[in-house]
Nanobody, 124 residues
Framework: QVQLVESGGGSVQSGGSLRLSCAAS????????MAWFRQAPVKEREGVAAMDTYGRTTYADSVKGRFLVSQDTAKNTVYLQMNSLKPEDAAMYYC??????????????????WGHGTQVTVSS
């Protein structure tokens, strides 16, 4: 089964930028839809950005225009470029993979493979 490892988290000031990476390994030959989720303390996990196997993307309203999901298929890596960060963006960010989705999905139950997360802290 594919394994996911996130990196790129850190601490930034409000208005700053970070780029998260999600490296996938041990592919089984299947293609996957990918997504980024985040979870802050005492809050539910929420979908942030997703890309399906056709490269179509979708974003949570709260990050539209600020975040960009992309992929480098040669490196088996998915990225989340986060710009104009706000304190409310602070959370643990997770990468997730699904064998197939009919469209980009931000619904956690669609995803069967998860990384361990990378922490993002935004100070005001």
């Amino acid at each position: 089964q594919v394994q996911l490892v996130e990196s790129g988290g850190g601490s930034v000031q409000s208005g700053g930028s970070l780029r998260l990476s999600c490296a996938a390994s041990q592919y089984s030959g299947f293609t996957y839809s990918m997504a980024w989720f985040r979870q802050a303390p005492v809050k539910e996990r929420e979908g942030v950005a997703a890309m399906d196997t056709y490269g179509r993307t979708t974003y949570a309203d709260s990050v539209k225009g600020r975040f960009l999901v992309s992929q480098d298929t040669a490196k088996n890596t998915v990225y989340l470029q986060m710009n104009s960060l706000k304190p409310e963006d602070a959370a643990m960010y997770y990468c997730a993979a699904a064998l197939s989705t009919s469209s980009p999905s931000l619904y956690p139950p669609h995803f069967g493979v998860w990384g361990h997360g990378t922490q993002v802290t935004v100070s005001s």
